[in-house]
């Protein structure tokens, strides 16, 4: 199989120091996390301090100032962390709740919410999905009405990553009912502000993770903490969503690689009509046809991630590639769990975690379906 993309000693160096934090801090503590039902919050300050959280982020703020072809390396190698609850919580901090504060924030805002989460000092979560709106994010109520120099936020969100351990929420609020896209504002809100609160879930996967509903009852906070202007929220979470898209893309392909790995090593010693799984054809086609997927996957995925370096319009390219590729892990992770037998529908099986796991990569960020429905009208349908 071809080495990673992004391979100059420079990439070379960044994957070994992220290598051996997730061999020596993630690996170990996978099933403990699961038992916290979150990351321990002090991981993310060692992150802070190995520089992993705010990769092209401007170096003014702590960030590294480098490209995506980096953060491709961080989520391959998070990917492999035996827990993609954990995986997905850092992707949060990194990719997902502070993309849009560094393009479009205040100084102030940047200062006060952006330094602290490239240092590791506070855990953010974005804050969009809703009970009636997930994909369909026009269709979002929560409230942020104008009172002096205060928004009072009302509302609810749901299955909002790091809902426990946040600090702060990148949240996107209607703020005029009558401005079709142009009524949505990006709003960063402290979650110890009055009228705040969280209730867990109870997931079937990705149990390493916090995810709850949240709660806004009259919620103030300053209008000054708008990201941008007043009325941009919508385009700006559009822009943020590639982030995550591509995140999820990395990481799912990421955990599939290593589960095939360790299914072929199962492979090899299962014992079956008197000789080992693996050297049966079915089961050596199976895997070539897994493996075949993932490489084909990657290199979308690595094609998109070469366009965001050379700083183009890769919209398009990381919709498809958020279909293809999630398909792919989740295909995978059926496949090896297949060939795991009943083990394989046990919690403590790595593929029936993976089974599990990639699931939800077809859902979050944008379904599948929202995916196509977006290129389709690109293409003229």
């Known amino acids: 199989m071809s080495k990673e993309l992004f391979s100059t000693p420079e990439h070379e160096l960044f994957r070994e120091t992220v290598r051996k934090f997730v061999e020596e801090e993630l690996r170990p503590r996978a099933r403990e996390f699961d038992q916290m039902g979150c990351i321990d919050k002090a991981l993310y300050r060692q992150m802070g301090d190995l520089g992993m959280l705010g990769l092209r982020y401007d170096p003014a703020y702590g960030g590294a100032g480098l490209d995506w072809s980096f953060s491709a390396v961080l989520h391959e190698e998070l990917g492999r962390c035996d827990n993609s609850g954990v995986a997905t919580g850092i992707g949060v901090q990194t990719d997902m709740a502070t993309p849009a504060l560094h393009r479009f924030g205040s100084e102030q805002l940047k200062e006060q919410y952006l330094v602290p ?3 590791g000092d506070m855990v ?5 999905t809703e009970p009636d709106a997930g994909s369909d994010v026009s269709g979002i ?15 609810s969100k749901l299955y909002i990553t790091n809902a426990a351990t946040a600090d702060w929420l990148c949240l996107l609020a209607v703020t005029d009912r009558d401005a079709g896209y142009g009524g949505f504002s990006q709003i960063v809100v ?20 916090d995810t709850g509903q949240l709660y806004f009852d009259d919620v103030r906070v300053p209008v000054s903490n708008t990201v941008g202007d007043i009325g941009r929220g919508f385009h700006q979470q559009m822009m943020q969503f590639q982030d995550e898209r591509l995140v999820v893309c ?15 090593e199962w492979a090899e010693q299962r014992i079956m009509f008197g000789r080992p799984l693996a050297k049966m054809q079915v089961t050596q086609f199976k895997f070539v046809e897994m493996l075949t997927e993932i490489t084909a996957a990657r290199e979308l995925a690595y094609a998109c991630a070469r366009a965001l370096v050379a700083r183009e319009d890769a919209t398009e390219m990381i919709s498809m590639a958020k279909i293809y590729c999630c398909r792919v892990a989740h295909s995978v992770a059926d496949g090896c769990l297949q060939l795991s ?12 975690r993976a089974y599990v796991d990639t699931r939800i990569a ?13 290129l ?3 293409l003229g349908f």
């Open 376 to 378: 389709a009208k690109q």
């Open 141 to 155: 109520k929560t409230r942020a009405v104008r009172d002096g120099d205060e928004w009072v936020i009302n509302g």
């Open 362 to 374: 077809r859902v979050g960020g944008g379904s599948d379906e929202t995916m196509m429905q977006y």
């Open 250 to 264: 990395f990481q799912s392909l990421s955990l599939v690689q290593d589960l095939w790995q360790k299914t072929r």
């Open 124 to 128: 953010a979560a974005i804050a969009v």
């Open 117 to 119: 989460a490239i240092a």
């Open 190 to 209: 402290p979650t110890d502000a009055p009228g705040f609160r969280y209730e867990l879930l109870d997931k079937i996967g990705a149990w390493g993770s």
């Open 341 to 352: 037998g009943g083990y394989g529908f046990m919690k403590e099986s790595p593929a029936g």
